[in-house]
């Protein structure tokens, strides 16, 4: 069956832009974690969704970025005012019921802010 | 302070060697750890997932051990074959705090020579 997708794949972005970054989760999943993965860093956790209440936001970085999942399938991480501090690769991963157990990935959007 | 710590340096073996990579926490008290294979330019791919009251999983030619009195997870790959060459996170879920979100390290770079 299809995995989790995510576009745009590269997304090269002025300083001061709005970017928005989707999510496609594998059918079914009621879960869904963003992460941030900074060049030869281990994932770094951003939020995560059940369903489409956003039960834990405290690894967004600054109020900047924002995270939704409205029908609780697609969702979408907008980042408002991009800085170049924000190029990195966005991961998005989901699975099949909240726990943190086996999670699923996305192939990333890997975000440059010139 | 908490922290998760990997092989920091790229592990080189011959082909058929068993390569043994190795996660370290300390100020964790993990509910489980997950082993994770991540390909450049791809999302993490899912290995093998240790609870706190195991000792040693095996799935094919992988192992992974917990030994929660040293804090620490091996990961081994016996028989190794170029097609190994990756790089392998370790990521926890700490029963201390929300165990939806996984804690993630650094990762650790394998080639396997033929």
């Known amino acids: 069956g299809a995995g989790v997708s995510q576009s745009p794949r590269y997304k090269v972005a002025k300083r001061g832009q709005d970017v928005a970054l989707r999510c496609d989760p594998i059918?079914?999943?009621?879960?869904l974690f963003w992460y941030q993965q900074a060049l030869g860093q281990g994932p770094e956790f951003l939020t995560y969704?059940?369903?489409?209440?956003?039960?834990?936001k405290s690894g967004l970085p600054s109020d900047r970025f924002f995270a939704e999942r409205p029908e609780g399938s697609v969702s979408t991480l907008k980042i408002q005012r991009t800085q170049q501090e924000d190029s990195a690769v966005y991961l998005c991963a989901s699975s099949l019921a909240g726990g943190g157990r086996t999670q699923y990935f996305g192939p990333g959007t890997r975000l440059l802010v010139l | 302070s908490q922290k998760i710590e990997q092989n920091s340096e790229a592990l080189n073996i011959q082909e058929g060697k068993t390569a043994t990579l190795t996660c370290n926490y300390t100020?964790?008290?993990?509910?489980?750890l997950q082993w994770y294979r991540q390909d450049p330019g791809r999302g993490p791919v899912f290995l093998l997932l240790i609870r706190e009251n195991e000792k040693e999983k095996r799935k094919e030619r992988l192992k992974v051990t917990f030994d929660t009195t040293l804090k620490q997870s091996l990961f081994h790959i016996t028989a190794s074959q170029p097609a190994d060459s990756a790089t392998y996170l370790c990521?926890?879920?700490?029963?201390?705090?929300?165990?939806?979100?996984?804690?993630w390290g650094l990762g650790t770079s394998l080639a396997v020579n033929p």
């Open positions: 059918s079914g999943h009621v879960s």
């Open positions: 990521a926890l879920a700490d029963n201390a705090g929300n165990n939806r979100k996984l804690i």
């Open positions: 969704f059940q369903n489409e209440a956003q039960l834990d």
């Open positions: 100020n964790y008290s993990p509910a489980y």
